[in-house]
Every structure is written in structure tokens, then in C-alpha cells.
């Protein structure tokens, strides 16, 4: 059993900055790419970023120079710090990632971190 832990959401007005993380547990033999997605209220849910186990990363354009999507791969760990934030940026963020692991590979989910961006 794989699982995905998300923090770091909360509260923050706009022009800040906060810094998720998402911790992978259980029996993983190997980890590959870890994404972050956002859901927005009323809307569907949209890539964000993704970070390749050897360290390659793309972003949506919307985010491109305010967020960097990090990992440290010996936590299991990913990153995404995002700076200059705006209220269009309020969502519920997931990671995901994609871990080999009993002989096949899978593509997990966590369960969510709100991030409202509000003066």
C-alpha cells in the first residue's frame, strides 16, 4: 500500500508565498514522476507541475516563473514552492506520483491541501 500526504496549504494574502510538500509512504520500490494538480471551486482539475526522477520539470504557463517543483528523492518527498501568489491561485492542490511497486506500476493520489490566496 502507497500513500501521498500533502501540507503546507493555508491562508495567505495575495503577493506571498507558500511551500507545499507531499510525502510518499509504503512499499515502494521505485519512484518516478511526482506531479502537482489544483482543483479550483466550480472548475476541473488541472496540471500544475511535474518533476521527473532525474530531476527534469515542467510547469503550466500560468505558473511558469512563480512556482519550482522540487523533490528530494532520499524522502520520497516533493516540493512546490509558490511565490506571488494571486487569488486565482485559491484551489485544492494534489500531488501524484507515479511508484513502482509488488511487481507493477501505479499512478497515486493525495488527498488535497487548501491553498486560498485572500487579503
Known amino acids: 500500500q502507497v500513500q501521498l500526504v500533502e501540507s503546507g496549504g493555508g491562508l495567505v494574502q495575495p503577493g506571498g508565498s507558500l511551500r507545499l510538500s507531499c510525502v510518499v509512504s509504503?512499499?515502494?520500490?521505485?519512484?518516478?514522476?511526482m506531479r502537482w494538480y489544483r482543483q479550483a471551486p466550480g472548475k476541473q482539475r488541472e496540471f500544475v507541475a511535474s518533476?521527473?526522477?532525474?530531476?527534469?520539470?515542467n510547469y503550466v504557463d500560468s505558473v511558469e516563473g512563480r512556482f519550482t517543483i522540487s523533490r528530494d528523492n532520499g524522502k520520497y518527498t516533493v516540493y512546490l514552492q509558490m511565490n506571488s501568489l494571486s487569488p486565482e491561485d485559491t484551489a485544492v492542490y494534489f500531488c501524484?506520483?507515479?511508484?513502482?511497486?509488488?511487481?507493477?506500476?501505479?499512478?497515486?493520489w493525495g488527498q488535497g491541501t487548501q491553498v486560498t490566496v485572500s487579503s
Open positions: 501524484n506520483a507515479d511508484v513502482y511497486t509488488v511487481g507493477d506500476q501505479w499512478t497515486y
Open positions: 509504503g512499499n515502494i520500490w521505485r519512484l518516478y514522476t
Open positions: 518533476i521527473q526522477s532525474g530531476g527534469g520539470t
